[in-house]
């Protein structure tokens, strides 16, 4: 039983669908690059997960459990979608972090207020949790600087630590390099690709072809709202079966 | 001729009527422009349309022109004394309409410093497990203040001016009062009000200048 399963996710914005009958799975501690040209959907279908957006219609299930049947339920509540979306963790492109926090209050402030009345985990242990994680990141020198003070590599780093702290079943990326200058990429890959190392299940919506190819187990192509092609990385990157894909990924070749 | 020492005295005391004027004024705008941004930025668009259409009379009009209607249109419209009587009813005339007039002037800057704040921020909340009011609260906030403050400092200060304009309707506030001493040949106490205001508004501008400074240690 594959750990997340999207079954028929559509989702239109006005007259214009973003997304059409999309269906996937993925196994608990595999990594998933989801990859397209800008407007192919990858990042409303993220979204979509985080409960960002709504979708039309559509079912999630992680872990067997059914999370959404979007256009057959009542549209859940903000406390249902608030506990749901907890399944998932999601890294920003731009980052997001609070700025008027530091570091290391970017990453507890969530799980204490999640934890509020709940007692059931010191300040401490979070705040242990939190340094670890920093840790793990390469940035325990910085858990007192504000983000302003931090590069961008630095601050997307924070970030991942921030969404790691929740504990998601799923962490997704959402273009987790793009507001990078290119010599900060690669800190970041590096992180990402450790995290793979540790079977940490991920969605990673990427236009890093490399990384891609060499840190995902499965690879989804898509273009204006389907699902395209999907297959094992050297598959999809090296005999691609359909003509659209062997488009997108020549066009990459060359440079963009 | 009234010796110089009763008329500083006296000066002081009017401008007592400035001060309270100007902080109730601030006590109850403040709270209340909040809640006005909300109504304008509401979805439910008749709320939004109706909040907006009230700011634009409130804006669109003299406070002046607010003082005199909010004082003299109950009696004139048969609505019994709802100010009550005497001095303290011109008091509180004079403190609604500022109330109402600054509360719009806020809710047009706590709109803007809210509206500012990047969307992502508040995704950032939502994605990591938290309520509507802990992302306003904990995330949202204080980057608001920081936005807002240089609006709010101007609109502060022009308010410990328009303190003065409660003389339309006989407050007996600093200016009405030295303007008593022309009639005696004395021009100074007129003059001297000014310093009542530089100083006042002297202090307003460092403490809004400390508040600033305190909120030094982060970038929005």
């Known amino acids: 039983m594959p750990l997340l399963v999207v079954e028929g996710i559509e989702k239109r914005f006005d007259h214009l669908e973003v997304l059409k009958n999309i269906n996937f799975s993925l196994d608990q501690g595999k990594a998933l690059a989801i990859i397209g040209a800008s407007g192919s959907g990858k990042t409303t279908l993220l979204r979509c997960l985080n409960f960002l957006e709504y979708p039309d219609s559509g079912r999630i299930w992680v872990d067997g459990e059914l999370l959404l049947d979007a256009g057959q339920q009542k549209r859940l509540s903000e406390a249902d979608v608030r506990f749901r979306r907890l399944n998932f963790g999601l890294v920003f492109q731009s980052f997001h972090l609070f700025p008027q926090y530091t570091v290391l209050r970017n990453v507890t402030l969530a799980v204490e207020l999640l934890n509020r009345g709940k007692e059931q985990t010191k300040n401490s242990a979070i705040v242990a949790d939190a340094r670890a994680l920093l840790n793990q990141m390469g940035l325990s020198d910085k858990e007192n600087a504000y983000p302003h003070q931090l590069s961008g590599g630095q601050q997307q780093r924070v970030a991942i630590a921030r969404a790691l702290a929740l504990k998601p079943k799923i962490l997704c990326f959402d273009e987790p390099t793009s507001a990078l200058d290119p010599e900060l990429t690669g800190e970041v890959l590096r992180v990402v690709r450790s995290l793979a190392d540790k079977h940490t299940t991920m969605l990673i919506v990427t236009h890093e072809m490399a990384f891609a190819r060499d840190v995902a187990d499965h690879v989804i192509f898509m273009d204006q709202g389907i699902i395209v092609e999907e297959g094992p990385p050297d598959q999809v990157f090296g005999q691609p079966k359909e003509e659209r894909t062997r488009q997108f990924l020549s066009r990459y070749a060359q440079g963009g | ?220």
Request: aromatic share 14%; charged share 15%.
């Open chain 2, 1 to 220: 001729m009234t010796s110089v020492q009763t008329i500083i005295g006296r000066l002081f005391g009017s401008f007592q009527l400035n001060l309270q004027l100007f902080f109730l004024t601030l006590l109850f705008s403040l709270p209340l422009g909040l809640l006005i941004a909300f109504g304008a930025m509401s979805r439910f668009k008749p709320l939004a349309l109706l909040t907006k259409g009230f700011v634009w009379v409130i804006r669109g009009t003299p406070l002046l022109l607010q003082v005199l209607i909010i004082f003299f249109a109950p009696g004139l419209l048969d609505w019994g004394a709802p100010w009550g009587s005497g001095m303290s009813a011109r008091f509180t005339a004079a403190t609604v309409a500022f109330v109402i007039n600054y509360s719009c002037y806020f809710s047009e800057i706590f709109r803007g410093g809210i509206q500012g704040v990047p969307h992502g921020q508040m995704e950032a909340g939502q994605v990591l497990g938290m309520t509507k009011g802990q992302i306003f609260r904990r995330v949202t906030l204080l980057q608001v203040i920081k936005r807002i403050l240089p609006a709010m400092s101007n609109e502060v200060i022009t308010l410990v001016k328009d303190t003065s304009l409660a003389r339309i309707i006989s407050i007996k506030e600093i200016l009405m009062m030295a303007q008593e001493y022309t009639g005696q040949g004395l021009i100074w106490p007129l003059f001297s009000t000014g310093i009542f205001f530089l100083v006042f508004i002297g202090i307003l501008t460092i403490v809004f200048g400390r508040l600033e400074k305190r909120l030094d240690y982060f970038r929005v």
